[in-house]
């Protein structure tokens, strides 16, 4: 089992900056992709960035540009760097992690930004 939990997340106006870290803990061998997922009230969850053990990337395109996705293999961490964040940003952030195809998700965490 994999657990994931998810630090970072708060209140932050818009324009500002927040980073998010997702520590894997447990039987973290093998962990594939890994990323992030949001989710806003009355909508569907969204993928928002992942990155692959390799270190290849991938982001919507609505934060390309403001929004960065790094991992610390050594440390089974992902991290998401936001900037410039606009209220529509506003949602709870999930972790997410691959191994043997199986998705591994962490509890999630609150991202608000205000005008």
């Known amino acids: 089992q994999v657990q994931l939990v998810e630090s970072g997340g708060g209140l932050v106006q818009a324009g500002g900056s927040l980073r998010l870290s997702c520590a894997a803990s447990g039987d973290t061998s093998s962990i594939g992709t890994m990323g992030w997922y949001r989710q806003a009230p009355g909508k569907q969850r969204e993928l928002v960035a992942r990155i692959t053990s390799g270190g290849s990337t991938n982001y919507l395109d609505f934060v390309k540009g403001r929004f960065t996705i790094s991992r610390d293999n050594a440390k089974n961490t992902v991290y998401l760097q936001m900037n410039n964040l606009k209220p529509e940003d506003t949602a709870v952030y999930y972790c997410?992690?691959?191994?043997?195809?199986?998705?591994?998700w962490g509890q999630g965490t609150q991202v608000t930004v205000s005008l």
């Open positions: 997410l992690c691959k191994r043997w195809g199986i998705d591994h």
